[in-house]
């Protein structure tokens, strides 16, 4: 089919609607000479004759009624298909995807994912969770949340959330064993939880700053995690110290499950962020979950990962 071989179709149908050059050039927005060349050149192309003309009348040959019999239904199914698209450029409906470190998805989407599904029920949201930074356009995803620096250059950035403040923190039976560290390097002497980000990535070293002054220690200990909710667990158990978000931890501090130790060498990390392509039509189910993401941060005291 050659580029205008559509539109002068839907011309044929439109001169067969109103058996009329005229009506159809006006239903068309066209001058009734344009619209007569069209179908010439339609004709010509197609090497048929689809319409019988005189002076005052237009009708379809017989080639014409077997044309139109076939293409009324392709056209109304053409129609449809931009409807759908339509519809959705107006309202969140179709097959989202999202890929997210552990902590941006327990921060940042299942705080909202029951109230935006209830409100969006034309929407299926895929969560899919990990650590390892991927390229999210060759993987097929929406869009990404994580650190800043998983984006890469030409993306959009929303910042999700505000800084987000680092604790080092162990369980009172942990500490009955053992004194509580006053400084970073006090930590080569205590059984830490081990964090590697990927199979085949390095270990995680735990930052730290103090008046200006920064350091980042290597760490030791008898269990390694790559999902930030099982080193907090593994804290609580008494397994070792944790080193996470001071929020994440919140629970347990205020349970007495975990004692926070470090805290005026804390490090504060820049929070999370959702990234996507950069490119003007972003689809309206991943526009909605942003304003919902948004409207969550305005009432932070419910999310202490959105306060900042």
Known sequence: MQRGDLADLRAFVAIADHLSFRAAALRLGITPSALSHSMRQLEERLGVRLLHRTTRSVSPTDAGFRLLERLRPALE?????????NGERSRPFGHLRIYAT????????????????????????ELQVDEAPIDIV???????IG?????????????MTGPLKRAVVGAPSYFARHHQPRTPEELAHHSCVQFRRRADGAMFEWPFERNGASRVISVRGAIMVNDPDLAVRAAVDGLGLAY????????FLRSGQLVRVL???????????LYYPSHRQVPAALRAL????????LS?????FLKG
């Open 77 to 85: 199914e053409i129609d449809g298909a931009l409807e759908d698209l």
């Open 102 to 125: 552990h902590m941006s998805a327990a921060a940042v989407i299942t705080p909202i994912w029951q109230r935006f599904l209830s409100a969006y029920p034309d929407v299926h949201l």
């Open 138 to 144: 060759a993987k097929g995803f929406d869009a990404g």
């Open 147 to 159: 650190p800043q620096d998983r984006a890469a250059a030409d993306m959009i950035v929303v910042r």
């Open 244 to 251: 996470t978000l001071e929020a994440q931890a919140g629970p």
């Open 263 to 273: 805290e005026e060498w804390s490090s504060t990390f820049e929070g999370l962020f």
């Open 290 to 297: 942003i304003e919902m993401i948004r409207s969550q941060h």
């Open 300 to 304: 932070a005291n419910d999310n202490p």
